[in-house]
């Protein structure tokens, strides 16, 4: 079970979560409370394990950017949170890193299977054009669980959105997702990690997997 902990803005809260077993860990370099500039993640990326994924959160920002901010940071990944299509993924995908498409829930069944071939895996939350993700919110789990089981035959799915130590086990049994992905639940406040909570939820989350 890959697990990812998002939302990353200081050295610290980066080193718990290296600790408590999470598989990546994410940097959002969009607008968000959470938001940290390419050289900030730089110096706690510097500090971390080759082994661990440093993948950077992007919104409708040129791929340029992207790559620019991908050398500056040293990133591994990159992960696609606004209207982004596959072409883009694609070229992203190019250079060699790996690439993450996040989906609302409400447009999975439409939408995804364009990105099946151009990306590593599929992200399904419960994002809307207002809010990207971040809002600690569920989707529809019941009514996206058919669409996730037969996109799973086709693609990694990463579930995120809402979850936290007390639900992921819920979710991993009901989607059997390749990974999954959070914010919020592991937060003390937006930006700042609840250590108790991030060794919580990767515990919860491994041992669903496990089950």
Not at 82 to 98: C, F, S, V, Y
Not at 121 to 127: H, Q, R
């Amino acid at each position: 079970m890959w697990v990812k902990i998002c939302g990353n803005t200081n050295l610290e809260d980066a080193r718990a979560t290296v600790e408590a077993g999470a598989d990546a860990l994410g940097f959002i370099f969009a607008p968000s409370p959470r938001r940290i500039s390419p050289r900030e993640a730089k110096k706690i990326i510097a500090e971390l394990p080759e082994g661990v994924e440093k993948v950077g959160v992007f919104v409708n920002q040129k791929p340029e950017i992207i790559l620019d901010t991908v050398e500056t940071a040293g990133l591994t990944g990159v992960q696609l949170h606004g209207d982004e299509g596959p072409r883009l993924a694609r070229t992203i995908g190019r250079t060699g890193i790996k690439v993450y498409k996040a989906l609302s829930a409400a447009v999975l069944e439409n939408e995804a299977d364009g990105f099946a071939d151009a990306v590593d895996a599929l992200f399904v939350d419960a994002g809307s054009d207002k809010r990207r993700g971040g809002a600690g919110k569920l989707f529809d789990w019941d009514r996206a669980a058919p669409i996730v089981r037969l996109l799973r035959r086709k693609v990694n799915i990463v579930v995120a959105g809402g979850l936290e130590a007390g639900n992921v086990g819920r979710a991993i049994e009901l989607f059997h997702p390749w990974g999954v992905d959070v914010v919020s639940g592991v937060e003390r406040e937006p930006g700042k990690k609840d250590h108790e909570k991030v060794r919580a939820f990767v515990k919860a989350a491994k041992a669903a997997a496990q089950a």
